[in-house]
């Protein structure tokens, strides 16, 4: 609905108005009727549309006058600007019973133009003028600006993320905020009694930043002018033309904010230089916070990260050879971090998970750093923290966490549809407990954060059946090169006892597992098969890995030809499972190349029974398998290659906000 200025008519003196372009002036004529007055007609000059609002029984007389009825209404609309004050006149005229003329009332108005605008449209540029500015949708035909979080940092020196900082110390800066105009047209001497004043809502003041460009001799000055703690800037001299603002994002989307923001400009009438002011009119414009965004194995790797382990008896060197080899294959970017920069913690994908940010006029990655909080506690933010790489985190309060929100229980899967809802960005997994069980559990606030971006609707799978109780032990994703586009991977020692079955069959069931590893103890095919304790172990994990597959079916919408089974055996130490041999399914993803652990099973013909079986069900999905000697670098101390790797992806092409979540 138009906004609605009201000006009180008066045919004692003429009444002097500002209208803003486009907008409703309503003309109070009440206190303006002269007595014996019945009717009255109302002329305007050529840029006044005059609107006489009435009910249906009402209708005008026969030379052009209108009854004096108390349900009639009388609005002008101006929609050219001034180019002098009071060059817009409104003359009523009032008529006695006889159709004499009683009296006149004049208005003078002067029509301003103040409009706030911002990238409406999701294209990159700002659009002036646009319709309900105010309200913000999804979808590929919805509108509302887009704000990045400004969690890079992009001033040298600075101690933290740039959003930490007061003011703007670099140019750079800017392209991570974004672009919004004021925009003023009218008699520049008409701004001198009337304020225009930008303003944010008390509830959104601290979650963004606001700083106005300001024009001097030499180079352009960034003035902050609302924020944490200014909710109002009164603008200096306004005249035609622009006023260029940027807008920092503070906060992420999170438990009691929804993401959403707006920013107000109002023309104020003030009477007196110390009045507070009376608005005339207000634009609002509304930002969405751009959420986290994770991603998952199916899109194109871009960084490998890996710690370098030389101290003590369980050195990963032959880990990081059999992974140079994979990454040379894949044609991908490594980076070793040093024992110094870790603190001789080798799990990098428990402590942190790469994402991005997008908007439409820039994107950058951000690593959301986990509360495990152990060796590499402080690596994301001394060593990935930088110039377009954003950094965020989560802490419970109280600091009670446990091994579930470490972020090898964090995954995502690849785009799906289920039952006709689209998920383009995929959803987000998390390990918890059975829904109606105790037990550990992710943080409160790690989920919060994770569901409050909401373009990756997270689901909560079964993962506390294991000692360090991680999804990345039983699930992962692979790229296929078919009608679906991937496979959901799940470790089966169902696979694994008809493998071995079939091999014992063959006649190979003394081919022993563990060959060529010192110190371990090598077990036959045949005393794998006897071993009561183990079978009762894995009917166990058979079991919660079919709760899962349930769930995920249902979630994801996969059907059984979407799953692959590989072949895995646990062992339960005490009430809870460890792989018995490195687990397969813990692999590094990159593109068609995987990085498989190698699982030292039982050789028949010369060849591991494992391995080719995992070739047979992967390589005729276009995938290539290199199989990674973890054994004593991560294996023994329960973790495998995913653990010890973590890879920055490129970003979706599909763009967040066309989705309806």
């Known amino acids: 609905m138009p906004q609605r200025h009201v000006v009180q008519m008066s045919t004692s003196h003429a009444s002097y108005g500002v209208c803003v372009l486009g907008t409703e002036v309503f003309l109070d004529t009440r206190r303006s009727i002269p007595k014996g007055a019945t009717s009255f007609e109302v002329h305007a000059t050529s840029a006044v549309t005059v609107h006489i609002i009435h009910s249906p029984m009402t209708k005008p007389m026969i ?168 909710l109002s800037y009164v603008l200096d ?64 790797p871009m960084e490998v990260f890996v710690c370098s382990i030389q101290r003590g008896s369980d050195t990963n060197e032959v880990f990081l050879e059999g992974l140079q080899v994979l990454l040379k294959k894949a044609n991908c970017k490594l980076t070793i971090c040093s024992e110094v920069e870790t603190r001789s913690d080798r799990w990098i994908q428990d402590e942190l998970e790469f994402g991005y940010v997008e908007a439409p006029h820039k994107t950058f990655p951000v690593v959301f750093d986990s509360p495990r909080n152990r060796g590499l506690k402080d690596f994301a933010f001394k060593k990935i923290l930088g110039p377009d790489f954003g950094y965020v985190t989560r802490e419970p309060p109280g600091r009670a966490i446990s091994s579930l929100d470490s972020f090898g229980n964090l995954d995502v899967s690849p785009p799906v549809t289920v039952r006709g809802k689209e998920y383009p960005l995929g959803r987000i997994l998390i390990g918890s407990p059975l829904p109606w069980a105790s037990g550990r559990r992710m ?42 586009g991937f496979r959901l991977l799940l470790a089966s020692p169902n696979a694994c006892y008809k493998l071995f079955k079939e091999k014992q069959r063959q006649g190979h069931g003394e081919a022993t597992q563990l060959v060529g590893l010192k110190g371990t103890e090598r077990r036959s095919i045949d005393e794998i098969l006897a071993d009561e304790s183990l079978k009762n172990d894995n009917r166990h994990v058979q079991r919660c890995i079919d709760w899962n597959r349930d769930l995920l079916k249902q979630e994801l919408g996969l059907s059984e030809q979407d799953i692959i089974d590989i072949p895995q055996l646990f062992i339960l130490k005490g009430s809870r499972a460890d792989a018995l041999f490195p687990d397969m399914v813990n692999m590094l993803v990159l593109g068609r190349h995987l990085g498989i652990p190698k699982p030292f099973g039982p050789l028949v013909g010369g060849q591991c029974c494992l391995e ?14 290199t199989f990674i000697d973890d054994y004593f670098s991560y294996h023994v101390l329960s973790g495998d290659v995913h653990c010890g790797t973590n890879v920055r992806r490129k970003p979706f092409a599909f763009k967040w906000w066309h989705m309806v979540p």
């Not at 703007?168 to 520049?188: E, F, K, N």
């Open 63 to 230: 030379n052009s006058r209108w009854p004096l009825d108390p349900d009639i209404e009388v609005v002008v609309t101006i929609d050219v600007t001034s180019r002098t004050i009071n060059d817009n006149k409104v003359k009523i005229s009032y008529y006695g019973q006889e159709g004499n003329e009683l009296s006149v009332a004049w208005l003078y108005l002067t029509c301003v133009d103040v409009s706030l605008d911002v990238d409406l449209n999701r294209n990159g540029r700002v659009k002036s003028k646009g319709k309900d500015k105010a309200k913000w949708t999804w979808g590929p035909d919805g509108q509302g600006a887009v704000l990045l979080v400004n969690c890079d940092r992009d001033s040298p020196g600075a101690g933290g993320t740039d959003s930490g900082q007061v003011d703007i110390w670099t140019t750079a800066d800017l392209q991570d905020m974004s672009v919004m105009l004021l925009r003023t047209q009218g008699p520049s001497t008409i701004f001198a009694e009337y304020q225009v004043v930008l303003h944010v809502p008390e509830s959104d003041a601290d979650k963004v930043r606001v700083f106005h460009a300001i024009r001097s001799d030499s180079h352009p000055h960034y003035k902050p002018v609302l924020g944490p703690d200014k």
């Open 237 to 300: 001299h306004v005249g035609g033309g622009e006023n260029i603002f940027y807008v920092e994002g503070l906060a992420f989307p999170d438990v009691g904010f929804s993401g959403l923001v707006s920013f107000s400009a109002s023309l104020l009438e003030v009477p007196h230089k110390n009045s507070p002011g009376t608005p005339i009119f207000t634009d609002t414009v509304v930002f969405r916070m751009a959420p986290w965004i994770m991603t998952p194995n199916t899109q194109q």
């Open 443 to 484: 943080s409160k606030a790690v989920r919060d954060f994770l569901y409050a971006q909401k373009v990756q609707a997270p689901v909560e799978i079964y993962s506390e059946w294991l000692s360090v109780g991680h999804v990345d032990e039983f699930l992962t994703f692979v790229p296929a090169y078919d009608r679906k």
């Open 612 to 625: 080719e079986r995992v070739r047979a069900l992967l390589e005729p999905l276009g995938l290539t398998c």
